[in-house]
């Protein structure tokens, strides 16, 4: 069962980003981040996106653009090492900024720990008590936040939040600045709620932002044709492609590629989806791949609530939603005319071709389709991730071949090896 920590937050309030120099930022990750896979087997739970920001990114704006690291999961760490300091306040990865919030952290003194029933919120620690942290233990002095904000605790949550998390960190980043100006080739509905930065391209489309918010990134592009409707983000380098039809809350992004129709989803980044094809309340990793015409249900003919494949249970979880579309972890492919079932789980790395409906659970690592799955050798998933990569001038260098390495091995038992 979901825990009593989703409630409607104050988020869309506006406030100053605080003074936070003395301040060394550490996100840790806690009991729900096993409940977050596949999107946590790649990253902490900070990195998470939820609205235009990642969870890392909306704190480090509220305060004064301070440096963050994590404390996750061991093979994880040296991609995302810990940076100590005198004095450090540890924040739930997983934890959704509220003004409340920040205020009630930034007055934190050392070893006042903030909670919310069984919840650790944040806490003050020092260098040595910070090395020796683990998110479970007992604290002597704590400090009861009773006021509304919003812990993600399933990946469903992602985008049934998606709305006033744009919303939130639209606030954050327009603060005192103008848009760039909008083209006339467009028609607009409600353009004090559209903000370009500078450099981005919208011509000939129709933007309805109508009791939403939307958001263009330096250097992206939206091509002649599209229509968006509701709160929309699309991050740098990433463009929207002609006659797109988009649906809020929406977001793409950064360098990603989307065509087609598009309803309540969120892509992380460097993901495309480039052709035809309709996705609906989905969350989309790193890294992914869509074929043209591919499909996902995200409404079960007989209306009934989804339930979505949990990694903890080692079964399907009710999610209490009717509208539940696809989860796809980093790094995974679908060929052309894919077709993904209502409430379907894609892990990393997997590859997914071929007729009729997948199962609604594709373990990591995986290769096939409808007519049967086999492994997908690790060497060969990394040999494809390499050229991936160059294409976008990185290197997919041994830390990330190690991890790699490290969620195969760890998802054996799910492709029954």
């Not at 406030?15 to 409940?35: G, K, P, S, V, Y």
């Not at 006339?184 to 489309?205: G, H, K, R, V």
């Not at 789980?345 to 799955?373: K, L, T």
């Amino acid at each position: 069962m979901l825990k009593k920590i989703l409630r409607k937050s104050n988020a869309c309030s506006t406030f100053d980003a605080l003074n936070f120099t003395e301040m060394n930022l550490i996100f840790f990750d806690n009991n729900h981040r096993q409940h977050l896979l596949p999107f946590t087997f790649t990253r902490p739970m900070a990195d998470l996106r939820c609205g235009i920001l990642t969870i890392r990114e909306k704190w480090q704006k509220l305060f004064s653009e301070t440096i963050s690291s994590s404390i996750t999961e061991k093979y994880l760490q040296q991609k995302f090492p810990l940076k100590t300091a005198v004095k450090n306040i540890l924040i739930a990865g997983n934890l959704l900024p509220t003004k409340d919030l920040a205020d009630a952290i930034s007055t934190l003194k050392e070893n006042e720990a903030l909670i919310n029933g069984e919840d650790l919120l944040a806490i003050c620690l020092n260098e040595t008590a910070t090395q020796d942290f683990t998110f479970d233990k007992k604290f002597e002095k704590t400090i009861s936040f009773n006021a509304d904000f919003q812990m993600i605790t399933r990946a469903f949550q992602i985008f049934k939040w998606n709305d006033e998390q744009i919303k939130f960190d639209f606030e954050i980043l327009t603060k005192g600045k103008k848009s760039a100006p909008i083209s006339t080739s467009n028609q607009i509905i409600a353009p004090e709620n559209i903000f370009l930065e500078e450099e981005a391209m919208i011509e000939c489309s129709i933007l309805n932002a109508s009791n939403a918010k939307m958001y263009f990134a330096k250097d992206s592009e939206v091509m002649e044709g599209s229509m968006i409707r509701g709160s929309f983000a699309l991050g740098e380098h990433s463009v929207l492609k002609m006659g797109a039809k988009i649906y809020g809350a929406t977001t793409i992004g950064q360098h990603s590629k989307v065509g087609g129709e598009v309803n309540n989803s969120v892509i992380f980044g460097f993901s495309n989806k480039a052709h035809d094809g309709f996705m609906g309340n989905s969350v989309i990793g790193e890294w992914c791949n869509w074929g043209a015409d591919t499909n996902n249900s995200n409404l079960k003919n007989n209306y009934e609530e989804v339930k979505l494949w949990s990694y903890v249970k080692q079964s399907f979880e009710k999610t209490g939603a009717q509208f539940c579309g696809l989860m796809m972890g980093d790094h995974s492919k679908c060929g052309i005319n894919t077709m993904f079932n209502t409430g379907t789980v894609v892990g990393v790395s997997a590859n997914i071709f071929g007729a009729g409906f997948p199962r609604n659970f594709i373990a990591d690592f995986s290769w096939g389709g409808a007519q049967g799955v086999t492994s997908y050798q690790v060497s060969k998933a990394i040999q494809t991730a390499k050229l991936v990569y160059e294409r976008r001038g990185l290197v997919f260098d041994e830390v990330e071949q190690d991890i790699f390495a490290h969620i195969f091995e760890a998802t054996k038992a799910s492709r029954g090896e």
